[in-house]
T-cell receptor, first 114, second 116 residues
């Protein structure tokens, strides 16, 4: 987990507020991902980035935006938070050069929107 | 077609028993099948993975069995221990250099409890 870090680890915010979740990695991987985890639903992809200039929507991108500031940094923003965005958020990286899509996850950010 | 189904949703096993978690997929383009283990308060971590050119892969007490014709794969945990208590996710993906599918699809997860 130390290779992929996320800040903050916990965040409580109010409806309508803008918040940013940050992710940094020292693994040197090109690919980075943002997922949200909800009980019983597993991991759902919000956005993914294959390099600094290549950003793609995942299956649940509405209400979210991302920024890939550098190879090592990928931020997730909630422009106007709503209660159903309360979830556990994970950043991940992957190394295609290793021959597969093995993903390396950060420790997660627990977000509560009141 | 990109869905990965996983069962059971939760599993309770006695210490020393065998834990079995099953997954099924539909997209024949998938060619990489990892399992992830997640402890409370932590991110998922890669446990073991298999490619469809083999029917079984074993790493310690963890074994993946793969049935390509049935499009099913399963995780077996032998001699289950309380320390194995975690949530397990199966997943499927394809080599992004070969096909247009370039994301990992996760199953919904199985919560495993190993009781002493």
């Amino acid at each position: 987990d130390a290779d992929v870090t996320q800040t903050p680890r916990n965040r409580i915010t109010k409806t309508g507020k803008r918040i940013m979740l940050e992710c940094s990695q020292t693994k040197g991987h090109d690919r980075m991902y943002w997922y949200r985890q909800d009980p019983g639903l597993g991991l759902r992809l919000i956005y993914y980035s294959f390099d600094v200039k290549d950003i793609n929507k995942g299956e649940i991108s509405d209400g979210y935006s991302v920024s890939r500031q550098a190879q090592a940094k990928f931020s997730l923003s909630l422009e106007s938070a709503i209660p159903n965005q309360t979830a556990l958020y994970f950043c991940a990286t992957s190394d295609v050069a290793a021959g597969g899509e093995a993903q390396y996850f950060g420790p997660g950010t627990r977000l509560t929107v009141l | 077609q990109q869905q990965v189904k996983q069962s059971p949703q939760s599993l309770i096993v006695q210490k020393g028993g065998i834990s079995i978690i099953n997954c099924a997929y539909e997209n024949t383009a998938f060619d990489y099948f990892p399992w992830y283990q997640q402890f409370p308060g932590k991110g998922p971590a890669l446990l073991i993975a298999i490619r469809p050119d083999v029917s079984e892969k074993k790493e310690g007490r963890f074994t993946i069995s793969f049935n390509k014709s049935a499009k099913q794969f399963s995780l077996h945990i032998m001699d289950s221990q309380p320390g194995d208590s975690a949530t397990y996710f199966c997943a499927a993906s394809s080599n992004p250099k070969k096909t247009s599918y370039d994301k990992v699809i996760f199953g919904p997860g199985t919560s495993l409890s190993v009781i002493p």
